[in-house]
C-alpha cells in the first residue's frame, strides 16, 4: 500500500510518478455531469471524426470550453469553434473545471485551469488505440480524465509505443490526474464490453481536460 497516500475515502493512488487515481472522485458530482453533457451535446452534438489516415474513429466526440479537439483529412489540432456549425464550442461547465482543477491540486498539480474539454461516448465495441496526447503547446500542464457509466479497460504505457502496457480498469466517477513525467506516456482505451450503468446505460463517457493554449 505504499503507493497509497491517503486512506479512507479520498485516496489517491500512484500508477506512476506523474499519474494519480482518484477512485469515485466524480460520483458525488455524477447528476451534475449527467446534465452538463447532455446541454454540451445537444448544442455541439456527438459526431465520430475521421484520422488523418481516413479511418473513421469508433469513439464519438464533442467539447466544450474555448477550445476543442478535432481531427480530419489535414490533421489533429485544437479548434475555437465546432468545424461542423461554426460556431464556438459550448462554455465548459463550471462542475467540469472545479472538479479537475480540484483533482489536480489533490495530485500536486495548482492552479490546473484547463481550456479545452474532450467529451468522449464509447457505445459497446468502440475502442482507442495506443497514442500520446501531444497536440498541446505547454506539456507542462497535466490532463485530467473522468470517467463515468460502463467500465472500461485502460492501457497505460511507457514514452515509447514498444513498451509493455499496464491495464487498469476505469470505473464511474473514477478520475486520473496525468502529469510531469506521465505526461507524454502511451495510452489507451481496449474495446469496450456490452454492459449496463444507471449512468448512460451501455455507454462509457470520459471528460478529458486539458490546457491546449
Ligand atoms: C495518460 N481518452 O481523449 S483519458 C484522449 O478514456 C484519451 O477516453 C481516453 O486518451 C479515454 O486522448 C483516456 C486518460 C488519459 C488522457 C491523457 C493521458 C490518459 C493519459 C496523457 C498521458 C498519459
Ligand atoms: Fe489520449
Given at each position: 500500500m505504499s503507493n497509497l497516500f491517503s486512506n479512507g475515502p479520498g485516496a489517491i493512488e500512484?500508477?506512476?510518478?506523474g499519474a494519480a487515481l482518484l477512485r469515485g472522485f466524480a460520483a458525488p458530482h455524477d447528476a451534475e455531469l449527467a446534465a452538463v453533457v447532455r446541454s454540451v451535446s445537444t448544442a455541439a452534438p456527438f459526431r465520430q471524426m475521421i484520422t488523418p489516415g481516413g479511418f473513421t474513429m469508433s469513439v464519438a466526440m464533442t467539447n466544450c470550453g474555448a477550445f476543442g479537439w478535432v481531427s480530419d483529412e489535414r490533421g489533429y489540432r485544437y479548434s475555437p469553434?465546432?468545424?461542423?456549425?461554426g460556431r464556438p464550442w459550448p462554455a465548459l461547465p463550471t462542475v467540469i473545471a472545479d472538479l479537475a482543477s480540484r483533482a489536480a491540486a489533490a495530485s500536486g498539480f495548482d492552479g490546473f485551469t484547463p481550456d479545452a474539454c474532450l467529451v468522449n461516448r464509447y457505445a459497446p465495441g468502440a475502442r482507442l488505440t495506443l497514442h500520446q496526447d501531444k497536440d498541446e503547446c505547454d506539456m507542462s500542464h497535466p490532463i485530467v480524465s473522468i470517467s463515468l457509466g460502463v467500465p472500461a479497460v485502460f492501457l497505460f504505457g511507457g514514452l515509447k509505443r514498444n513498451e509493455r502496457t499496464l491495464r487498469l480498469s476505469l470505473a464511474h466517477g473514477d478520475v486520473v490526474v496525468w502529469g510531469g513525467p506521465a505526461r507524454l506516456r502511451y495510452h489507451g482505451v481496449a474495446t469496450l464490453k456490452a454492459d449496463r450503468h444507471p449512468f448512460a446505460g451501455a455507454e462509457r463517457i470520459n471528460l478529458t481536460l486539458r490546457r491546449a493554449r
Amino acid at each position: 500500500m505504499s503507493n497509497l497516500f491517503s486512506n479512507g475515502p479520498g485516496a489517491i493512488e500512484l500508477l506512476a510518478p506523474g499519474a494519480a487515481l482518484l477512485r469515485g472522485f466524480a460520483a458525488p458530482h455524477d447528476a451534475e455531469l449527467a446534465a452538463v453533457v447532455r446541454s454540451v451535446s445537444t448544442a455541439a452534438p456527438f459526431r465520430q471524426m475521421i484520422t488523418p489516415g481516413g479511418f473513421t474513429m469508433s469513439v464519438a466526440m464533442t467539447n466544450c470550453g474555448a477550445f476543442g479537439w478535432v481531427s480530419d483529412e489535414r490533421g489533429y489540432r485544437y479548434s475555437p469553434t465546432d468545424p461542423d456549425t461554426g460556431r464556438p464550442w459550448p462554455a465548459l461547465p463550471t462542475v467540469i473545471a472545479d472538479l479537475a482543477s480540484r483533482a489536480a491540486a489533490a495530485s500536486g498539480f495548482d492552479g490546473f485551469t484547463p481550456d479545452a474539454c474532450l467529451v468522449n461516448r464509447y457505445a459497446p465495441g468502440a475502442r482507442l488505440t495506443l497514442h500520446q496526447d501531444k497536440d498541446e503547446c505547454d506539456m507542462s500542464h497535466p490532463i485530467v480524465s473522468i470517467s463515468l457509466g460502463v467500465p472500461a479497460v485502460f492501457l497505460f504505457g511507457g514514452l515509447k509505443r514498444n513498451e509493455r502496457t499496464l491495464r487498469l480498469s476505469l470505473a464511474h466517477g473514477d478520475v486520473v490526474v496525468w502529469g510531469g513525467p506521465a505526461r507524454l506516456r502511451y495510452h489507451g482505451v481496449a474495446t469496450l464490453k456490452a454492459d449496463r450503468h444507471p449512468f448512460a446505460g451501455a455507454e462509457r463517457i470520459n471528460l478529458t481536460l486539458r490546457r491546449a493554449r
